[in-house]
């Protein structure tokens, strides 16, 4: 559902994947803006991708805060996503005794949109290399104080970029021993448009997720606002609704989430052996826990119902990355590959993969502590608000470069808007969370740790996590704003319990936070960066970057595949979705699609595959043709993408579209939503 995949075989077609990673071969490629390889497409497809082709598409391509990617389509800031995407904002805004997350949102005018909670949408204006300035910070420095520095660099740059304009955003990205500054358009008024609901979007359930033939109306509208109005947004995609063509070059930009395809051996070994088993067996307890929380009141059942999409989700996301680095002929793959770099490199890099993988020793010393408190602690919206409350009052007393990276002052204004919007909050399901964490703490740090005793003291996670739940305030977005406001002072004199209970473990998280920068981020960053300028003398400029959650442009054809003997083709269409359709969870129908039957057209194109490489993190990407017109929205992979963390092959990897014929086609059949159809065609 969210561009991962589930466990599944991976045998040859992933060992092939990256048989050589050094370079990228077929339609592989995340490939940033900069750096796009326009000739090698014009070889391939004979598709001219001009400067003035890429700065449109640039110009209309919109990374929303949520993990997710979208377009803007229409001169009136009105963006297409996913509803996975924009599901949690829909739960948010329900009415009591309505569920916009099951029955969908479409409002019968512009003036009915509302504002998501948090959500904010950022558009590229521009990208520089900084890689010299970032670079020189901390020369000569390691450990921990070389990441201090780096953070310090970091934040002095976007500080003095961004020159404390609200409307923009800046960001120093890692590209792998090379450092850009992307400068961001922020739109902080994010409305809601119109959503379809579960039973449309996700139709065939957890089931089909991660599979094709997929029946699955995963769109969602959004519109971006400012000063109150809707924003003007002239550079927008056309749209298409033509149906797409079997092999028409397409084109998806967006924004691909972390990706380990430069990672060393000892790095990949380190997640097969250590986190990613660890985040499996939890996944599947709170998959266990939620599904019985759920069960308990029609009030949990809603409650836990998104949480429990995110969770499966992540389930399938983890067997899936778990089965790939357990296939012994990928790992013969990535030591091939290793192997062929340091051969290349030879003596004059030294040995950063020595280096790396000593990192990796340390990392087992220093992984559960800085896991339990500091980089997973919590799980729960109310423990998020006591962090960022305690941890925003103690670091604004330091100057910005000297700042935790989250509180420097360009990074500030996204965590007030996260503290101060009202979000609906579920007691019940926040106690759930805070007792899982607080359970699992004392599960894998042992009972007599220090750690524990720090977390727990003489309480059991059932009575704390009561506790804490039931004596908050901070659920209240107006109590919220006053700590907020009161600064330190406010902090230290309340008598919240969470925001006790946060003061109390902060210093323990930060001293884990210290030995994990000080043994493993530290030296690793100065490995990582020697590895990169290895690669770059080896193989030059045919390598892209890992996914880094920052705009990329990938390139391929609508294409299907063919696995095991078994052809897939690229399209399904309406008609299927009522052949697929039994009445029964997951493939019962939304009652406006039976309703609708008779009226729509049998052979539209619903969804489609297409061979371009993605990832997480490109939900809701655009779909765009070779005139830069949009003719879908991403929304999935196969169930041979599972891989794409680690590798792609063009062979049996394959993005899953939501048509823009089957949104027009259902817009105006199905939703009489008319004034979004009169918007998009008028485009």
């Known amino acids: 559902m969210k561009l991962f995949s589930r466990a599944g075989c991976l045998g040859a077609a992933l060992a092939t994947a990256t048989l050589l990673a050094s370079a990228a071969h077929a339609d592989e490629g995340l490939w940033t803006y900069d750096h796009f390889p326009a000739a090698k497409v014009k070889a391939a497809y004979g598709v001219d991708i001009t400067p003035t082709w890429m700065a449109k598409v640039q110009a209309a391509s919109a990374r929303l805060s949520v993990g997710c990617s979208s377009s803007i389509v229409s001169g009136h800031g009105l963006l297409l996503t996913n509803h996975h995407c924009a599901a949690d904002c829909a739960h948010s805004l329900s009415p009591p005794g309505e569920d916009y997350t099951k029955v969908g949102f479409v409002p019968a005018a512009g003036t009915a949109e509302r504002t998501c909670p948090g959500l904010e949408g950022d558009v590229v204006l521009s990208i520089a290399d900084v890689t010299p300035r970032m670079l020189a910070a901390g020369a000569g420095l390691s450990g921990r104080a070389l990441v201090q520095a780096r953070s310090a660099a970091r934040a002095a740059i976007e500080t003095s970029a961004c020159a404390g304009d609200p409307k923009l955003y800046c960001e120093v990205v890692d590209l792998g021993g090379r450092f850009d500054l992307y400068k961001y358009r922020r739109y902080t008024d994010v409305r809601l448009a119109f959503d379809p609901g579960d039973p449309a979007a996700f139709f065939g359930g957890d089931p089909d997720n991660f599979n094709f033939p997929r029946y699955a109306f995963d ?86 119902d998104e949480p429990l999409n995110e969770v499966e989700n992540d389930f399938k996301v983890t067997a899936g990355r778990l089965s790939a680095l357990g296939d012994p002929d990928f790992m013969a793959a990535r030591r091939a590959a290793e192997a062929d770099l340091r051969a290349k ?188 300028k290895a690669r770059f003398a080896a193989y030059g400029d045919a390598l892209y970057p890992d996914g880094t959650f920052t705009l990329r442009l990938s390139y391929g054809a609508v294409e299907g595949w063919t696995w095991r003997g078994k052809t897939v083709p690229p399209f399904t269409t309406f008609a299927g979705l009522y052949d697929r359709a039994t009445g029964q969870p997951p493939f019962d129908l939304d009652s406006r699609w039976i309703a609708a039957k008779p009226r729509l057209n049998p052979a539209t194109i619903f969804n489609f595959v297409t061979n371009n490489d993605i990832i997480g993190g490109n939900s809701g990407s655009p779909v765009v043709d070779a005139n830069a017109a949009v003719i879908g929205t991403a929304f999935d992979g196969n169930i041979l993408s599972l891989g794409g963390d680690y590798g792609y092959d063009a062979r049996v990897n394959r993005s899953v579209v939501l048509s823009t014929a089957a949104i027009i086609e259902a817009l105006q059949k199905v939703y009489g939503a008319s004034g979004l159809v009169r918007e998009l065609e008028a485009e």
């Not at 790095?267 to 660890?278: A, F, G, H, K």
């Not at 059932?462 to 039931?470: A, F």
């Open 345 to 532: 490199a030879g003596q004059s890099a030294g040995d950063p993969w020595a280096d790396m993988a000593a990192g990796e020793t340390a990392l087992a010393g220093v992984y559960m502590p800085y896991r339990q408190l500091e980089g997973g602690a919590g799980q729960s919206q109310l423990f998020g608000y006591a962090r960022d409350l305690v941890r925003a009052a103690i670091e604004r007393q330091k100057p910005s470069t000297e700042r935790l990276p989250r509180y420097a002052d360009g990074q500030m204004p996204d965590v007030e808007k996260g503290l101060l919007d009202a979000d609906p909050v579920s007691p019940g399901l926040e106690q759930l969370m805070l007792e899982f964490w607080l359970s699992k703490s004392r599960e894998r740090l042992t009972a007599d740790d220090p750690d524990t005793r720090l977390l727990l003291g003489d309480d059991s996670p059932e009575t704390l996590s009561k506790h804490l739940v039931e004596g908050t305030r901070l659920n209240d977005a107006a109590y919220r704003k006053a700590l907020w406001d009161g600064g330190l002072v406010a902090i230290e004199s309340s008598d919240d319990p969470l925001i006790r209970f946060m003061l109390k473990i902060d210093p323990g998280a930060r001293r884990a936070r210290a030995a994990f920068e000080d043994e493993v981020a530290g030296p690793e960053t100065r490995a990582a960066e020697a590895i990169a």
């Open 219 to 304: 769109c969602a509208f959004l519109r971006l606002y400012d000063n109150g109005l809707p924003a003007e947004t002239p550079q927008h995609l056309a749209w298409n609704p033509e149906p797409p063509r079997d092999g028409e070059p397409v084109f998806v930009s967006g924004n691909p989430g972390g990706t380990f395809r430069e990672q060393t051996l000892s790095q990949i070994e380190t997640e097969r052996d250590l986190t990613l088993p660890l985040q499996l067996a939890e996944l599947a307890e709170l998959r266990g826990r939620l599904i019985r929380f759920g069960e308990e009141s029609a009030a949990n059942a809603r409650a836990a």
